[in-house]
């Protein structure tokens, strides 16, 4: 990276680092709809610079369109509004490519597929017509192309992640975890173990006493004393903390011992296996992930890490060390042997993962040392969810239904709401205005075929009122705001760190709250 | 608008969308390269320029509403660039500011003049913005806040166990010692006691105090070589300087046997093993090469290498043109020498080693920043703002504004994407709101005439204190009290100090009455003004504390977006969100 763009990109690289960076810079983002929001999206991820955009419209710029849009002015008028808002947004930042597209969705959706394969992220706004958004997530969900689906109405905001499956390796979790091995030490920490005869040390050395080594030699104790068996349930832990505090001398005067006893309950909970993983190897040897050249590379390292617990018995060393009391000699000891520990379980599962990319029909040449480490380091910390395809489900509808919660659900009201409200402009060609409340419930009954025996919450219906009491889709303000959050979350799959909505989230502007749904 | 970086950009865009009358936007600083990662309304060609003009111009051409902007370039806390008869023309404050100083002052002004104000604030995907409706919300200093961390001495001279305490050492301790202002030749006796206290009052250990004063007293050894004018070719600073620090100091420390009875003991630097494998090093490469390489950790011998380099181009530059050199984290010359100084301690203190990149963040206090908190912030903000204003037609709108607002805090973390708390009532223990102000308006005649004795009759007269009271002028400046009569027959004018934008806390000497400050202002047309106020009887001190431990202590957090998410497979009547705090009927904020 040059010195100037480290220097630009300099507070936001301490969020993400050079690897999120690079994701980022390499990333191509799509738009549709050239709106107020998708203008807030396209700033927000310009600015920390995303690799390329395009934007997809093809209407002429209105009055409308300026008053509530920062990005166009009044020479626009008349112009094409992609073309027109991607001159403004290019002034951004240099280091990003922007074009626009002013074809009209429904005719893209007729030619090539292949079309599509370019972006890494399609980002539709408001209002497109039903069949083609119905056409459009299908292809991108064929092609695990992740969707943004963000819309605005009044002081309301929605956004829906449609994703085949999220992965995420990098996920900064805040959790201060270190897997030492109490449990299971491998070899050289197991003898370094035993060269300590802890009883003959003098009381100085007896209180620097790292306590690695004192949770695997009082575990050892405990062992004898128990028939082999290991503390796991909590009561048993905290038994086994009482057993390490007891191995103390003097337990005010010893530090370690106190550290030691601190540790115990995450040292013994740790060793064992991540429920995660175990998730993840059934999944990668069943038929929903396919290993072939086209498979991510996440499930090429799932499948390696899983050889190599056939092999091992156990997961790559993460290698990290935290501070404790210790003699010097000690600590630095304790240190090389986690690294080298750490390298050489690193090297091992490059080795798996050479063979898995070989065997997927993939190149050896695909190997990413960096990413490797990443993983490595992060075994304990992934996250993966699988996403969904639909708009809404019947439990949802019958959610809104139920006579009892009138206010209760209100932001599912909202996301139903504003879903109907973009579904009859799109069906009667012009938006609700505030005389077509019974039109509008008329809508709402045939959209979701509910019957007309049943009326509709009162809850809901105060939110029809407030959607079609605005003659707006795009109040700067509410644009602005999900502009925010929307860019925030494509950050997220762009850097391919922390983890993203998963995957309805509303927002009810009037009351400034939020909630999130999974569907 | 007080500021106009990475919020402001962002909160000027949705004002001036939504229709607001007149926008006044403050800033001191010009625009840096690291802004334009967020701060939209800034190009390249701008850099160096005024924020606040820059930002003006840059809207101006997206003013279709024909908004009034007035930029002012200077520092919100200059009162005579912004009197309190300039804060009194606004009907609303934003802060969008990035530091503490300027945020308190903006508090307090706004606390004089019962001006509503909106807080915010981001720090990497972290934000929070909170409205304060003076003396019925609490105000910004009700809750105290985290000053910067600051470490014990000790830590940092002699028992370091973390890598900022080795950064602190090599940023405040040695680089100022040897190379900064403050560090004076010849110490004075006074100085030395003065330092000798200070140790006193952090660590018993005496052992421990004697070694720290030996240590200073060496520096100036350091500093004779280093200002020396004797080229730097010739000059064995380096070699004396690391001998020092990594070697005999730390086998003195090794010496006090108290220091290390449970920690870990440093290893002295052993700069024999390293010269030969440093001579090849310097032969084969630049220490430029390595320096730029700001992500990767350097190994030791690096950093003695990138040490040697930097030691030279500082010893260079005070030898050539200037008189002292102070830390600046954009001065690569400096950043070095506290990376490689703050590295090789670690490595001493067995202490992990950090990589350029993040000792520059620890050194020069950066803060991570990017463009979706900031919108996110400003949205709320701007929200907030709309709802107020629909309240304001009623007669009591502050606390009505009160019980339908909420903070609101932002974060990363998938649970706790937007979490909002109700707001509360000012603490009383707040060093801000907790006592009565008002702004005293000098005639100009009274400001040149007027005695202390004569103005302290008349504060007596007015608030009805029976005692004897206290006055102190500005931050700390007593100017009467029952044994300080001397400036009793001065003119007001004679008193050091004494002028419009400065402040005036009235104490009563027998804590019947609540303190009282005023700020004091001109009023050009006409007489002297006392602010109406009726002093309430001070409360007694474990009174008010019993009372503020029954206060829950952020008020009550709502989290809207907990973990309870719900997969809508399952039977929905399980999930509750948290207690609303706002009343469920719909508000329209007019646009
Ligand atoms: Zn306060």
Redesign the interface.
């Known amino acids: 990276m040059s010195?100037?763009k480290?220097?630009?990109?300099?507070?936001?690289?301490?969020?993400w680092?050079?690897t999120g960076q690079t994701s980022l810079e390499g990333s191509h983002i799509c738009l549709v709809n050239a709106t107020a929001v998708g203008s807030?999206i396209l700033?927000?991820l310009i600015?920390?610079?995303i690799g390329e955009y395009t934007i997809i419209d093809d209407k002429r710029v209105t009055e409308e369109d300026?008053?509530?849009n920062?990005?166009l002015?009044?020479d626009d008028l008349g112009n094409s509004i992609s073309s027109s808002l991607a001159k403004q947004l290019n002034?951004?930042?240099?280091d990003v490519k922007g074009y626009a597209v002013s074809t009209e969705l429904s005719e893209l959706l007729r030619g090539p597929a292949e079309f599509w394969d370019k972006f890494n992220t399609i980002v539709i706004t408001n209002q497109v017509a039903s069949h083609d958004l119905d056409a459009l997530l299908d292809l991108l969900w064929e092609r695990r192309i992740p969707v943004f689906l963000v819309r605005t109405a009044g002081?309301y905001g929605t956004l829906q992640l449609f994703a085949k499956e999220v992965n995420v390796v990098e996920t900064?979790d805040?959790a201060m975890f270190h897997d030492l091995r109490i449990i299971n030490p491998w070899n050289e920490l197991q003898e370094y173990s035993d060269s300590m005869d802890i009883d003959t040390l003098d009381d100085e050395m007896h209180?620097?006493i790292p306590y690695v080594i004192i949770l695997i030699k009082t575990l050892e104790k405990w062992k004898k004393e128990n028939g082999g068996k290991i503390p796991l349930e909590y009561s048993k832990r905290s038994e086994f903390k009482r057993l390490v505090e007891s191995m103390s001398r003097n337990l005010e005067?010893?530090?370690?011992f106190k550290e030691a006893a601190k540790a115990t309950h995450r040292a013994l909970q740790f060793s064992q296996f991540p429920p995660l993983i175990n998730d993840l190897f059934q999944k990668v040897d069943s038929q929903e992930i396919s290993m072939d050249s086209n498979v991510p590379i996440f499930w090429i390292y799932v499948k390696a890490l899983k050889q190599f617990v056939e092999k091992y018995n156990e997961l790559p060393l993460p290698g990290s060390l935290p501070?404790m009391?210790?003699?010097?000699f000690a600590?630095?000891t304790l240190t090389k042997l986690y690294g080298e520990k750490a390298r050489d379980d690193e090297r091992k599962f490059k080795d798996e993962v050479i063979h898995v990319l070989k065997a997927s029909g993939n190149s050896e040449a695909d190997v990413n040392h960096n990413s490797i480490h990443s993983f490595c380091k992060n075994i304990h910390f992934l996250y993966a969810t699988t996403g969904s395809r639909k708009l809404y489900?019947n439990?949802?509808i019958s959610?809104i239904m139920?006579e009892s919660?009138s206010?209760?659900?209100?932001t599912l009201f909202i996301y139903f709401t504003v879903m109907c409200y973009f579904s009859f402009a799109d069906s009667l060609q012009s938006f609700p205005n505030p005389g077509d409340l019974e039109k509008f419930k008329a809508f709402f009954r045939n959209m979701f075929s509910l019957p007309s025996s049943k009326p509709l919450p009162e809850g809901l219906i105060?939110i029809f009122?407030?959607v079609i009491?605005?003659s707006s889709q795009s109040?700067?303000?509410?644009s602005?705001?999900m502009?925010?959050?929307t860019?925030?979350e494509i950050?997220k799959v762009s850097t391919a760190q922390?983890?993203p909505?998963?995957n309805l989230?509303v927002f009810d502007?009037?009351?400034?709250?939020?909630?999130?749904?999974?569907? | 608008m007080v500021g106009a970086g990475g919020i402001g950009c962002?909160l000027l865009?949705?004002l001036v969308?939504?229709h607001v009358g007149e926008i006044h936007i403050v800033d001191l600083d010009s625009i840096t390269?690291?802004n334009?990662?967020?701060q939209?309304l800034f190009?390249?060609k701008d850099i160096d320029k005024s924020k606040s003009l820059t930002v003006a111009e840059a809207v101006e051409?997206?003013n279709?509403?024909n908004v009034k902007l007035v930029p002012h370039h200077g520092n919100i806390m200059d009162s005579d660039l912004f009197p309190v008869s300039w804060w009194s023309e606004f009907s609303y404050v934003f802060n969008a500011l990035d530091n503490l100083e300027a945020r308190r002052y903006v508090n307090q002004i706004c606390l004089y003049l019962k001006k509503p104000l909106m807080e915010s604030g981001t720090t990497?995907?972290d934000g929070q913005v909170q409205p304060i409706y003076p003396y019925v919300s609490e105000c910004f200093d009700c809750q105290p806040k985290a000053t910067p961390k600051s470490f014990p001495v000790c830590t940092i001279r002699s028992t370091p166990?973390?890598p900022v305490h080795c950064i602190t050492w090599a940023k405040e301790f040695l680089f100022a010692q040897i190379f900064d202002e403050t560090s004076t030749n010849d110490q004075s006796e006074a100085d030395r006691a003065n330092q000798r206290r200070k140790l006193e009052s952090e660590t018993e250990d005496k052992a421990e105090i004697e070694n720290m004063l030996r240590e200073n007293d060496e520096f100036n050894e350091l500093r004779n070589i280093v200002k020396s004018k004797t080229s730097t070719k010739d000059s064995n600073f380096f070699e004396v300087l690391v001998n020092k620090i990594f070697s005999t100091d730390i086998e003195r420390l090794l010496r006090i046997d108290s220091l290390w009875?449970?920690?870990?003991?440093?290893?002295p630097l052993r700069i024999e093993s390293y010269t030969k494998a440093l001579k090849e090093l310097s032969a084969e490469r630049s220490a430029k090469d390595i320096v730029?390489d700001?992500?990767r950790v350097w190994s030791v011998l690096e950093n003695l290498f990138v040490l040697q380099a930097a030691s030279s181009a500082l010893h260079e530059r005070l030898a050539s043109s200037e008189s002292f050199i102070s830390f600046d984290k954009d001065d690569d010359d400096t950043l070095n020498f506290v990376v490689a100084s703050a590295n090789i301690r670690a490595f001493i203190f067995?202490?992990e080693l950090k990589s350029k990149?993040d000792i520059k963040?620890i050194a020069g206090n950066?803060?991570?920043?990017?463009?979706?908190?900031?919108?996110?912030?400003?949205?709320?903000s701007?929200?907030?703002y709309?709802?107020y204003f629909n309240q304001i037609t009623s007669s009591d709108s502050f606390h009505k504004a009160f019980s339908s607002s909420?903070t609101?805090f932002t974060s990363?973390?998938?649970n706790k994407?937007?979490t909002?708390a109700a707001l509360i009532e000012p603490s009383k223990k707040c060093p801000s709101c907790s006592h009565a102000r008002g702004i005293l308006r000098f005639s100009p005649e009274d400001l040149n005439n007027m005695t202390l004795e004569g103005l302290i009759q008349l504060i007596r007269d007015h608030y009805g204190f029976d005692d004897d009271i206290s006055v102190i002028l500005g931050k700390s400046k007593l100017i009467y009290d029952y044994d300080l009569e001397d400036n009793l027959q001065k003119k007001l004018t004679e008193i050091n100090g004494f002028k419009a934008g400065e402040t005036l806390l009235i104490q009563d000497e027998s804590d019947a009455l609540e303190n009282l400050e005023l700020y004091i202002d001109t009023n050009t047309s006409g007489k002297t003004l006392f602010p109406t106020l009726k002093l309430k009887e001070k409360q007694m001190d474990n009174d008010g504390e019993n009372k503020d431990e029954d206060m829950p202590e952020q008020g009550e957090v709502i989290s809207?977006?907990d973990d309870e998410?719900?997969?809508?497979?399952e039977p929905?009547e399980t999930?509750k969100?948290g207690k609303?705090s706002?009343d469920?009927s719909?508000?329209?904020?007019k646009?």
């Open positions: 010195f100037d480290k220097l630009k990109y300099d507070r936001q690289l301490r969020l680092a050079n807030e700033k927000n600015l920390p610079g300026i008053f509530g920062f990005f002015d009044e002034e951004l930042n240099t002081f900064h805040p209180a620097h005067m010893e530090d370690n501070d009391t210790s003699t010097s600590y630095v489900n439990s949802m959610a139920k919660n206010l209760e659900c209100s105060k009122k407030e009491a605005h109040y700067h303000n509410i602005s705001f502009g925010g959050v860019s925030q950050l922390y983890t909505l998963d989230y502007g009037v009351h400034s709250i939020s909630e999130k749904w999974k569907i | 962002e865009k949705n969308l939504s390269l690291s334009l990662n967020r939209f190009r390249q051409a997206f279709y509403l990497g995907y166990s973390q009875k449970s920690r870990r003991k440093p290893t730029v700001e992500t067995g202490i990149f963040q950066i803060i991570p920043a990017i463009a979706t908190t900031n919108a996110i912030i400003a949205g709320f701007c929200l907030a709309l709802n909420s609101i990363i973390r998938p994407y937007i909002s809207l977006d998410v719900v997969e809508l497979d929905v999930r969100r609303e706002l469920g719909s508000k329209k904020a646009l």
